[in-house]
């Protein structure tokens, strides 16, 4: 029988906690300077968490065979950017400890 592929909310959720993370990524310095520093970990705990949720959903999308991978590709890229991103400023913070 043929199944047709569909985009379902996994897809759509491993894209937001992609884009989420992202976007936290990116306001973590403004936010941080405008507030307080304990907004700033905050901020940090749940970039983190949208990283390994962002992981576990790519897992979960790729391995579904009657899911759509156009979307689920475009939310893989934004977290490969992430992890790259996270890695370089450990490995920036591990040089300079």
Not at 28 to 54: F, N
Not at 68 to 92: D, E, H, M, P, Q
Request: glycine share 6%; charged share 15%; with cysteine.
């Amino acid at each position: 029988m043929y199944h047709t592929k569909m985009t379902t909310w996994r897809t759509y959720l491993f894209i937001t906690f992609s884009i989420l993370t992202t976007l936290g990524m990116f306001m973590i310095d403004p936010i941080s300077t405008q507030y307080d520093e304990s907004v700033g970990r905050i901020i940090m705990i749940i970039i983190l968490a949208g990283c390994v949720l962002s992981i576990l959903f790519a897992f979960i999308v790729f391995r579904t065979s009657d899911e759509k991978k156009r979307w689920a590709s475009i939310g893989l890229l934004f977290t490969i950017f992430n992890i790259c991103i996270i890695a370089y400023f450990i490995w920036i913070g591990i040089r300079l400890a």
